[in-house]
């Protein structure tokens, strides 16, 4: 089993949390297969929020991959086409079964001291 922590925009967050965005965007793909994300929540929150499963990743060009997310995307295509802007390649790690902790966790509660820029492998705890 693998976890990754990743650091994701409140606004996301709250659509992850809320379902209306079922797919994370990345510009890479993880090295190790991804059985798990921990979402922390970025500037103001600042905590571990919560986790889902990794129902699959969806590695293709920016176009292909829009069209098969742009239902469950969270985002707009402005948005999207800014963040993929002169890419060859778009990352997407389709989520399920959401949990959002009672309590937010700290990142010191991983032992980690500060925020990943994309990602961070989490030993299970």
């Not at 929540?41 to 889902?52: F, I, Q, R, Y």
């Not at 129902?55 to 292909?64: F, G, K, N, Q, Y």
Request: hydrophobic share 35%; glycine share 4%; aromatic share 10%.
């Amino acid at each position: 089993m693998c976890a990754i922590l990743l650091s994701i925009n409140p606004q996301h967050v709250e659509n992850i949390m809320n379902g209306t965005k079922k797919y994370e965007f990345r510009k890479r793909a993880c090295k190790r297969h991804v059985d798990k994300i921990l979402i922390y929540s970025t500037n103001p929150v600042m905590k571990v929020v919560g986790e889902a499963e990794v129902e699959d990743i969806l590695i293709e060009d920016p176009e292909s991959l829009w069209k098969k997310t742009q239902k469950n995307s969270g985002i707009d295509k402005a948005f999207f086409d800014k963040y993929y802007i002169d890419r060859e390649q778009a990352v997407a790690y389709k989520l399920r079964n959401v949990v959002k902790y009672e309590e937010p966790k700290k990142l010191k509660d991983y032992g980690i001291s500060s925020a990943p820029q994309s990602f961070q492998y989490i030993e299970e705890m």
